[in-house]
């Protein structure tokens, strides 16, 4: 029965940690502009006009 109770509880953890990671990765998505003829010159573009502003 104690096995049971710790598998459950291993098994729950794992699924929060996939649904945690999978949310933080489609907010991470939204900072990309997919209309973008290229999304990772774009943000490079992005972190160099952060930079020039500090």
Do not use: Y
Not at 13 to 22: E, Q
Request: negative net charge.
């Amino acid at each position: 029965m104690a096995n049971a109770i710790t598998i459950g509880i291993f098994i729950g953890i794992a699924l929060l940690v996939i649904i945690l990671l999978s949310l933080r990765n489609k907010k991470d998505e939204q900072l990309i502009n997919p209309d973008a003829e290229d999304a990772v010159e774009e943000l490079m573009m992005d972190q160099q006009r952060r930079k020039d502003k500090i």
